[in-house]
Each structure stands twice: as structure tokens, then as C-alpha cells.
């Protein structure tokens, strides 16, 4: 028996990460073990690489090569999330994933079951919690917006389109933000979450005592 794998998934701006951190509050205020890993994980010499890809807009790679780093940094991750969902019976939260990978790069033209294989064997996610925003215009006014290379509205509503790809995915969950606060967003949040999370804990307690 392995502990949830839940994950934050978004277009840029639209909360993702104040939401994966209240998330986070949220597991702690019920005594839940958890960990969060935020993708790209910027710290490794792969995700350093990335930063530099994501903040230099005049650093260049091909599509493919930038598609294959962002999947090399999950790949850094692959046994540290196995091993906390099996051996320490922790929820996994990630703010992004694979789902991200296969969207960003596919807007660009590249082929999404091209995109997807190189994540083949990641852990699959139990809940994927996509945060969505019907008007793009309020998503590109907030703070910091186009900074990064992808910050621009219209590539933004590409990747909407490819993210809507996993949409009939049975553990896909659409969260609208639009015109919520981010208390209800937050509540909306945790009623998935905790389909997922209620429960479990007492089930792992159970079965870590049988081992
Ligand atoms: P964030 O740190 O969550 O703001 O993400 C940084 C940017 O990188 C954001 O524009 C989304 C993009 N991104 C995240 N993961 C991937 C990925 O796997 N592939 C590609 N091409 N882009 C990604």
C-alpha cells in the first residue's frame, strides 16, 4: 500500500503555488505526513539549467532538448517519490508534473505521445487538481506576469488547449479560479483532496503496524 500521490497542476499565474502551499498547511493541520517537490526543482544542475532556459529568453534549445531536460528533472525525483509514498507513507504533493511537460511542450508543436514517453514509469498521480481560468486577460494582468519565457497570453491558451487533452483522465479534477478568492479556492481544493487523503491515514497506520 502506497500513500496518496496528489498533484497541482496550472497556467502560469493563476495561484498554483500560494494553493499547493495552503494544501500543504491544510495535511499538517490534520496531523497527515507530507512533502512537497515543486517542478521544475530548480536547485539540481538540471533544474539550474532549466531556470536559465525559463529566465534568459535568449538562451537557446531545441524544443526536443528543453522537452527531455524538464523529464530528466522529474526522472532526479523518481525514487525520492516512490520511496516516500511506499516506505514513509507520505503524501506526495507536486506543484506540476508530467501533465505540465507534455502541455507546454506540445503547444509548441511538438507531438503529444512524443511528449509523454519519456515520463513512461513516473509514479502515476491519484488526484491531478488543474487550477483553470476561463479569461486569460486577468491571468496575464497579475503581478510578474511575462517575466518568463512562456508568460505570454496567446501560448498560454495553447497550453490550455493540450492541458484539456487529460480532461477525460479519470483522476483529473478542473478547479475554475475566476473571480474566487483564494479562501474558496482553497476550499474547493481540499473537498478533492480529501477524497483521496480521509481515511488513508488511519489505513497506513494499520498497515505500517502489520509490517
Ligand atoms: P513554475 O515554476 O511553476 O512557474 O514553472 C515555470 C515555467 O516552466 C512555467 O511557464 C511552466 C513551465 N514548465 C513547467 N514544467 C514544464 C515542462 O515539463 N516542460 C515545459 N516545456 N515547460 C514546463
Redesign the pocket.
Known sequence: MRAPLIVIE?L??TG??TQTLRLLSHLNNEGIKNHLI???E?TTPIGEL?NQY?TNKRLELS?QS??L???A??WEFQSEIVDLLIKNQTVVVL????Y??????S??GLDFQWCLSPDIGMPKPDAVIFLQSRDSTATAKREGFGK????IESFQNK?RAQFEKFEKDSNWHNIYVDGKSIEQVEREIWEVAEQYITGVQDKLDRFQRKQ
Not at 505540465?100 to 511542450?105: D, H, K, L, M, N
Not at 518568463?148 to 508568460?151: A, D, Q, W
Request: charged fraction near 35%; charge should be positive.
Open positions: 496550472g502560469d499565474r498554483k503555488t515543486k517542478f521544475p530548480r532549466i525559463l524544443d528543453a522537452h531536460l524538464f523529464s528533472n522529474r506543484d506540476r508534473y508530467v505540465s511537460g507534455v502541455a507546454y511542450s503547444a509548441k518568463e519565457r512562456y508568460e497550453v
